[in-house]
């Protein structure tokens, strides 16, 4: 199966939320990944930091699918989307290392 990327970085508007509200939307994001892998789906979450690990870079999810479609579907999903407080996009990533999921898997393990 296809490996798909949806990278995002926060709006004008979420920028201007506070820190306590935009942590909501984050917890809520975050609920939604971990019910997606105990639902058995390959996907791995993460924000982006500057070099002195701060946030704001926006964020990175990989999940696989099996076309650009189920991927679009289910990152609609994403809390962070369907409250319009990320600007999006989503790309089909085509590794060349061969071996990349069981990697991953092991890495992440």
Known sequence: MPFYIKTEKFTDQTNKLS???RKVFLLMHKKWVECLIEAGEFIVSGY???EKKI???????ILEANDYL???NIILNDPMIENKLVIWELHEWN????NLKKKLI????
């Open 55 to 61: 946030p704001g870079g926006g964020g990175v999810l």
């Open 95 to 98: 590794p060349i290392i061969e």
């Open 70 to 72: 189920e991927a679009k």
């Open 19 to 21: 820190i306590k509200e």
């Open 48 to 50: 982006l930091t500057n």
């Open 106 to 109: 092991n890495h992440l393990g």
